[in-house]
Nanobody, 124 residues
Framework: QVQLVESGGGLVQAGGSLRLSCTAS????????MGWFRRAPGKEREFVAR??????YYADSVKGRFTISRDNAKNTMYLQMNSLEPEDTAVYYC???????????????????WGQGTQVTVSL
């Protein structure tokens, strides 16, 4: 049984930093894709960042502030979030998917496994 577990969320002031972690169990995704999505109150789920065999990719809204990385030995993915803004307040979800050429990993449908989410709240 595959499980993804996020951690690291919390309350932070604007301009602060948080690091989210997502640990996979049940199988490895070292050759696949992993990503972060978020859902803000009253909004649709949106793509944040992804990391695949070809590199990383970010939503424009977080580019230059967030960094996605992974430690394959620990089967863990990270999202370092700096210069946080109140607009970053959301539940953050990690996702993992199989490797498939041509798949759009900035879309939720590309991923078959999801975590339960971790709340990030950025105050003024």
């Amino acid at each position: 049984q595959v499980q993804l577990v996020e951690s690291g969320g919390g309350l932070v002031q604007a301009g602060g930093s948080l690091r989210l972690s997502c640990t996979a169990s049940g199988r490895t995704f070292s050759t696949g894709a992993m990503g972060w999505f978020r859902r803000a109150p009253g909004k649709e789920r949106e793509f944040v960042a992804r990391i695949t065999w070809s590199g990383t990719y970010y939503a424009d809204s977080v580019k230059g502030r967030f960094t996605i990385s992974r430690d394959n030995a620990k089967n863990t993915m990270y999202l370092q979030m700096n210069s946080l803004e109140p607009e970053d307040t959301a539940v953050y979800y990690c996702a993992a998917g199989e490797r498939a050429i041509g798949r759009r990993y900035d879309t939720a449908m590309a991923y078959g496994y999801w975590g339960q989410g971790t709340q990030v709240t950025v105050s003024l």
